[in-house]
């Protein structure tokens, strides 16, 4: 498999934005064991996912207008009041998910060791995921963030994947040209396409949903690359 582009870009590249959930570590059986784990809350489980596909790709310009559009979702597909969405929703949802990732997945090994040849290069690391608390869920699968510069949801911008504000307030907050910032994702209809509408370099890492082939790269071959261009 042939990725020279990958080489010639990480050349120019000055930050990498990581996608968190299914790129940094392999989220195979995720929502079922969400269910699994806390039987009771099956329907609530399964309102959140419904009210978070609805709202795919919606920019509602902040993080307070996104919450309350989004904790209305979850009421509706829930039959709960509004209150009590938003409260189990922060208080038990979240927390939950960061019990959960830390019984049972861990960062991509090689993962790792593309942070520490990213960093010696000073090129900036980022991780932007779709759920908060991400610090939380990155220390989860056994990752330390002290070296990272940038950690952020998608609910703090008020706008989910794939619009393209979030990465270019990302690039902006970095002060780096968008096209200088490489995005790395599981998913091309999310991440990718967001990175793409937003000017920037993406590359499409294999996961337990799309092995690797001519366009989409094993994370042995990313590290190998990062190693040779970097050292």
């Known amino acids: 498999m042939s990725f020279e582009f990958l080489e010639n870009s990480l050349k120019s590249v000055e930050a990498v934005i990581f996608d968190l959930d299914g790129t940094l570590y392999d989220f195979k059986g995720l929502p079922r064991r969400l269910v699994l784990n806390a039987p009771f809350q099956m329907f609530k489980i399964r309102a959140e996912r419904e009210a978070r596909k609805s709202l795919k790709g919606c920019d ?43 019984k049972y997945y861990s960062v991509r090994p090689e993962a790792l060791e593309i942070f520490k040849n990213l960093k ?7 991780v932007f995921s779709d759920y908060p608390l991400v610090k939380e869920r990155l220390n989860a699968i056994g990752v330390n963030t002290e070296d990272f510069d940038y950690l952020v949801s998608a609910e703090d911008f008020g706008a989910l994947k794939p619009t393209p504000r979030p990465f270019l307030e990302i690039a ?60």
Request: glycine share 2%; charged share 30%.
């Open 120 to 126: 010696k290069a000073n090129i900036k690391i980022v």
């Open 60 to 102: 509602l310009k902040n993080k307070a207008e996104w919450q309350k559009s989004f904790f209305e979702l979850i009421a509706q597909f829930a039959k709960i009041p509004f209150e009590k969405a938003k409260n189990w929703y922060k208080d038990f949802y979240c927390p939950y998910m960061v019990k959960i990732l830390r």
């Open 172 to 231: 902006e907050y970095l002060r780096i040209r968008p096209e200088n910032v490489l995005v790395v994702v599981d998913r091309m209809d999310t991440d990718g396409k967001g990175a793409k509408d937003a000017k920037m370099q993406f590359l499409q890492t294999e996961s337990h949903k799309t092995p690797a082939n001519d366009s989409v790269i094993s994370w042995n071959d990313f590290l190998e690359i990062v190693k040779n261009v970097i050292a």
